[in-house]
């Protein structure tokens, strides 16, 4: 887990977390994000920036994520905030690595990219308003796999949600 | 009459037959041979007559009834003077057959139907099952590849609830994981199933890549789920927005595109497990969720969601929901809240985050690794308590990342209730959703169980 005692940084974090507000964060460190630690090329909370697959951590949300060649990733959540989301860096051939039951909800998938029993639908994060008049999120599905996306599709809605940032 | 309340159905997905009779009566007095437990049709009868003087009576000249049909369905699916429709062999005298209820005007010659056999679903046919419910009765589905849009409108009743219960090679069998039926959608428009009658209870049953919802119920339905799946669908998995009082025991939501469990008007959760969802793994409203020995994580949003409303949470583990605005328990200003015995663990942001939780009551929780902190306000007016009994202990899961979510021993026996009142009874129950396994005979569980099956 990560290392939350800021006297235990080293100078360059310490300066990093004044200049941002947070650090980079160490391979190995989870949860990957939090506030005062996030990956290096962290956005906002909807683009989370890059991190390593490791089979002790499931959830990739909004992560980019580099898998090693010959693996098996297994329930995985890889979900994006956007459709059609280049998420996943095999370093390998694309039908190196296979997914099994992952959540692959707006993920950009390669061909030769093996995927079973995986969710592989496109939504849209837009606000919309409930009964009573409060705006509420909710997911616009466009299509069931990033082959599937049109030029119309991946335009955004007006109503999208783009960017989330703390 | 009507078809009877204790009319027993088959479906079969892939090998029944669309316009089979697809039913069973076995309280009918004499009843014959059950042909509703075979993929073909017993018969498919296309000279059907309805007799001259009684509308309930039809006789056959190609094959004549017999003792044998009697508590089975008939689907009549045409000809001139008859109404279309499943009915049920009330009883046989000689080769006349009288069924439940008018079949059409009398005398009218060249029907058409079948005699028994499998329904291949709950929409298909000329007349559908689903339409042809009756409170009371119970559906059988076998575990074969199915993909249709199943839409219950009829209600059960308060000691009459239509069951509908999956099994994989026997009525009865209890299937767990992928021997339940799956209903697949294929990534079809719209809900795999939609529940509008209120008194159902559906077992053993998967719903998945449904366009929209893999469940959804509506208009007031009391409901129980036991033993389902709602998993990959393009919204929530089980939505029951505008349904008062869902019960769900041992279900599973996971990977689905918005919520995998959303409850806004009540619900009742035993044993249950959302996870790696896009949204959260279980949202709530105003009115009361009871939420026991459930599992939350990894959701890309928070682990339990809620609005100004009533929580009872007992014994679950709220784990890995990242993102720098994902809590494992996310609340504005709980009205009342209990919540005791819960892991709140390696979540992206507080283990427990509200607005204003003056309204609270939670001990004997433990809050380990949750990147922020552990409550949320900490301190001060409206902050979420701090129990006396509370840890700040690694859980130890045994395997989280395979998602067994059972604990080391940092947490045994420090749950709640300790001391009962009176004082003579002390309780050892461990903190979380499930409790440690001992290295030899497993034992000191509470309640073992299966998640998700």
Same mark, same amino acid.
């Given at each position: 887990m990560r290392e939350l005692d800021h006297n235990k940084w080293t100078d360059a974090e310490r300066t990093e977390f004044s200049l941002k507000g947070w650090r980079s964060r160490r391979p190995g460190?989870?949860?990957? $994000?939090c506030s005062v630690v996030r990956? &290096?090329?962290? &956005?906002?909370d909807l683009r989370r920036g890059v991190i390593e697959y490791d089979p002790a951590w499931r959830n990739y949300s909004n992560h980019t994520v580099r898998i090693p060649p010959g693996t098996i990733v297994r329930g995985c959540n890889f979900t994006q905030n956007q459709p059609d989301t280049d998420a996943i860096i095999i370093t390998?051939?694309?039908? %190196?690595v296979t997914f099994i039951d992952?959540?692959?909800?707006n993920v950009r998938l390669r061909p030769g990219l093996i995927a079973q029993g995986c969710n592989t639908a496109q939504a849209w994060l837009v606000t919309t308003k409930d009964a009573e008049g409060k705006d509420v999120e909710d997911r616009q599905w466009v299509a069931r796999h990033s082959d599937d996306l049109t030029p119309a599709m991946k335009v955004a809605p007006v109503n999208a949600v783009l960017d989330r940032s703390f | 009459m009507a078809l009877p309340a204790t009319l027993v159905w088959e479906i079969r997905p892939t090998n029944g037959t669309a316009n089979a009779g697809g039913g069973f009566d076995p %309280? $009918? &007095? %004499?009843p014959g041979t059950d042909f509703s437990q075979q993929n073909a049709v017993q018969q498919a009868y296309t000279d059907l007559i309805i007799d001259a003087v009684t509308n309930t009576n039809i006789t056959s000249v190609a094959r004549a009834f017999s003792s044998v049909d009697v508590g089975n369905g008939i689907s009549i699916t045409g000809g001139t003077g008859f109404t279309t429709g499943i009915y049920n062999i009330r009883s046989v005298t000689g080769v006349i057959a009288t069924v439940d209820r008018a079949v059409g005007t009398t005398g009218s010659t060249g029907g058409t139907g079948d005699l028994g056999g499998a329904r291949s679903g709950f929409s298909v046919g000329t007349t559908t099952l689903q339409a042809s419910l009756v409170a009371g009765q119970k559906a059988w589905v076998k575990n074969e590849a199915w993909n249709e849009y199943v839409n219950l409108t009829v209600a059960g009743a308060t000691g009459s609830p239509i069951t509908i219960e999956g099994y994989n090679t026997a009525r009865g069998d209890n299937p767990t994981g992928a021997n339940r039926p799956l209903n697949n959608r294929a990534a079809a428009a719209g809900n795999a199933l939609d529940l509008q009658g209120t008194h159902h209870i559906l077992k053993h049953l998967r719903f998945s890549n449904a366009g929209t919802d893999g469940v959804k119920t509506t208009a007031g339905s009391v409901s129980l789920f036991v033993n389902c799946q709602s998993a990959s669908n393009g919204g929530v998995g089980f939505n029951f927005t505008n349904n008062p009082q869902a019960w769900l025991v041992n279900c599973e939501a996971n990977n689905n595109t918005s919520t995998g469990i959303a409850c806004t008007n009540g619900a009742t959760l035993v044993g249950c497990y959302a996870h790696d969802n896009t949204g959260a793994g279980i949202s709530s409203g105003t009115t009361l969720i009871d939420l026991n020995s459930c599992i939350l994580e990894a959701n890309a949003s928070h682990g339990h969601t809620m609005g100004a409303g009533y929580v009872l949470m007992n014994a679950c583990t709220l784990d890995g929901n990242t993102g720098a605005s994902a809590d494992g328990y996310n609340a504005s200003t709980p009205i009342r809240a209990i919540i005791m015995n819960t892991i709140f663990s390696n979540n992206g942001r507080y283990g427990a985050n509200v607005t204003d939780g003056d309204n609270l009551w939670a001990d004997y929780n433990d809050f380990s690794g949750n990147a922020t902190a552990a409550r949320n306000p900490a301190s001060g007016a409206g902050a979420f308590p701090t129990g006396a009994n509370d840890q700040a202990l690694d859980p130890q899961f045994t395997d989280r990342a395979a998602g067994d979510f059972s604990i080391g021993t940092n947490l045994k026996a420090l749950g709640f209730p300790g001391l009962f009142p009176g004082g003579l009874s002390t309780g050892y129950l461990d903190i979380g959703a499930v409790q440690r396994q001992e290295a030899a005979g497993g034992g000191a569980s509470r309640g073992g169980r299966i998640i998700g099956g």
């Open positions: 460190e989870w949860p990957p $994000v990956p &290096a090329a962290y &956005a906002h390998g051939p694309p039908d %190196s992952c959540n692959l909800c | %309280s $009918v &007095a %004499s």
